[in-house]
């Protein structure tokens, strides 16, 4: 097989798909037994993967360089032509439910992909699909923008991603200069940022309007295929999170702040969590990907397999660079079954985060590639994210290869952290649900309500004296919340059961290793919360699951001496 760069691109012809699948569906809806209707469905599938593959690699090259004219082009093809996609397969998922044979598809299929073709038809309509152009261009528009920033710092050029290095910086005013002049870049296209949010909330709110939604909120939660709870059961999760964890966090800032030996935190000390620097991966990028073919080889024989696969094509874009989009993450590459990470590497221990989050999701695709039908290559996102930050807590053991001496400390950072992520992921969650249920609300009055829920889930946070972030703008940084509104929860229900499966494995970890790989091979077969069950963990959503975790956990941390860190 082939190696990344030699994959070859394609753009997909829109007159010979739509051609080609008008034949197809024709065929699925006269077809006069089941096997054929089968072959129609076989034959829309295929050329779904043909499309899917050619979209994956066509923005997963734009991203590598968002300045490269050929694959800006291919982007925008995509922004402009998956509403059309969409649109056709929606036919076909109309098709698929009225099919006279559903009994037996169902049995062949499995229920699941019925239940996602109805979440799919309450969410679409050929009438939104401008809106949806539009809503895709403005997203792009965002990820430009933020791959275009261009701080002069420290006498060199540097991304947004390049100038996070230095928030961990030692020296004091070293690190709140860098803060400053990050968030400079937010305070000087406030303007452009306020414009651009906007569009994106009148245009979804249009949306929702259209489907016959009050607001986006419903419409949101669709998009997202979330087919097991509303905004009810999220808003008791974050109730738990409130009453159970932010009390735990402070505990643990406080901590910080002692270790730190300042009289008061501030946000710029937020990242560094000792006096003696954060733990660092000794060695550059290639070194890094030599630990870690280590680490899977000896974690399992899967994990063996699957890295050796992805070392073997080229399946990674790991280090930061002029022109690259900002973030993290994994594609996939259905034509040869190939998962695909992309990183910024930047000399912190995020890097070594990237290769255990990210690789989770790329062992999930890869252990879930043998589906047929394409809708169960994964799940919903926070299910995917249990793949993920479990797989961080798996790798524990191997810690010692990346930071040496400092894999203790690292271990402490990490656990820390996920802890801490969780109020701040509650917020932004709940600072999307008032933004799409006011969507009248004016720029100014969305800071606030940013100010006013940062307050309750942060009370420890203190932006000093820095006039922008104190008037409630730390969002404009969370491209989540331009991206994919209501996504980011899913980081935080996902946090409590990858939690989960670390305290099963401080109990057996054959056992939770088991559990952890079967969840990983039913893909996106089933729901959010039958998979939840299906790997043994208990629902997120219950009352006291919250609590359960964090006890244990905190417990962990209580045991650890950080002052001789
Ligand atoms: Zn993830």
């Not at 969780?422 to 609300?441: C, K």
Request: negative net charge.
């Amino acid at each position: 097989m082939a190696k990344f760069r030699e994959f070859e691109y394609r753009r997909p012809d829109i007159s010979i798909v739509k051609e080609t699948f008008s034949a197809a569906l024709k065929e699925l809806t006269e077809a006069e037994n089941v096997e054929r209707q089968y072959e129609a469905i076989r034959n829309i599938n295929a050329m779904r993967k043909e499309i899917e593959s050619m979209s994956a690699l066509g923005r997963i090259r734009h991203t590598i360089d968002t300045i490269d004219p050929f694959y800006e082009a291919e982007n925008a093809f995509y922004d402009e032509n998956d509403p059309i996609f969409l649109e056709m397969i929606t036919q076909y998922y109309q098709a698929l439910i009225g099919s006279k044979y559903r009994s037996e598809l169902e049995q062949k299929m499995g229920k699941h992909v019925f239940d996602l073709a109805e979440i799919t038809l309450k969410s679409f309509k050929p009438e939104i699909i401008a809106d949806m152009q539009e809503e895709n261009a403005l997203r792009t528009e965002y990820t430009k923008l933020i791959a275009s920033a261009k701080i002069q710092f420290e006498g060199e050029e540097r991304n947004l991603s390049q100038m996070r290095a230095f928030f961990q910086a030692h020296d004091r005013s070293l690190r709140k200069r860098a803060y400053e002049a990050h968030t400079h870049f937010f305070a000087e296209n406030q303007k452009t940022l306020d414009t651009l949010f906007d569009q994106l909330v009148k245009v979804r709110t249009h949306m929702a309007n259209k489907l016959g939604f009050e607001n986006f909120v419903p419409l949101g939660y669709l998009k997202l295929n979330r087919s097991d709870y509303d905004h009810t059961r999220v808003a008791n999760f974050r109730k738990q999170v409130e009453k159970d964890l932010v009390p735990v966090v402070s505990g643990l800032i406080e901590r910080q702040r002692k270790r730190l030996g300042l009289p008061e935190m501030k946000y710029y000390d937020e990242r560094l969590k000792f006096l003696s620097g954060n733990a660092k991966p000794k060695g550059d990028a290639n070194w890094i990907v030599e630990q870690a073919k280590q680490m899977y080889r000896e974690l399992s024989p899967e994990t063996h397999t699957f890295f050796t696969f992805m070392a073997d094509h080229d399946l990674f874009d790991l280090v930061s660079k002029k022109g690259k989009a900002a973030g993290g993450y994994c594609s996939f590459i259905a034509e040869h079954r190939a998962p695909f990470i992309f990183s910024n590497f930047n000399g912190t221990s995020g890097d070594v985060e990237v290769l255990t989050h990210e690789a989770g999701h790329a062992f999930q695709t890869y252990c879930s590639a043998h589906f047929e039908v394409p809708e169960y290559l994964y799940p919903t996102y926070e299910a995917c994210e249990i793949h993920s930050m479990s797989m961080e807590f798996f790798t524990y053991p191997w810690m010692k290869l990346f930071f040496l001496e400092e894999e203790a400390k690292f271990r402490f950072t990490h656990l820390t952290e996920a802890l801490e992520f969780i109020p701040y992921g509650v917020s932004v969650d709940e600072f999307q649900h008032f933004v799409y249920e006011n969507p009248e609300a004016t720029p100014e009055e969305r800071n606030t309500a940013w100010r006013r829920i940062e307050n309750k889930y942060l009370p420890l946070r203190d932006y000093d004296d820095n006039a922008f972030l104190n008037t409630g703008t730390w969002w404009y940084r969370q491209g989540h919340i331009f991206d994919v509104p209501f996504y980011y929860i899913d980081y935080t229900l996902a946090g409590i059961c990858a939690f989960q499966f670390w305290l099963k494995m401080n109990r057996d970890r054959g056992r939770a290793w088991q559990d952890y790989l079967h969840l990983c091979q039913l893909g996106g077969s089933q729901s959010f919360l039958s998979l939840v069950a299906e790997a043994g963990l208990k629902n997120p959503f219950e009352d006291g699951s919250v609590a359960s975790v964090v006890s244990f956990i905190n417990e962990q941390l209580n045991a650890i001496d950080d002052s001789k860190f």
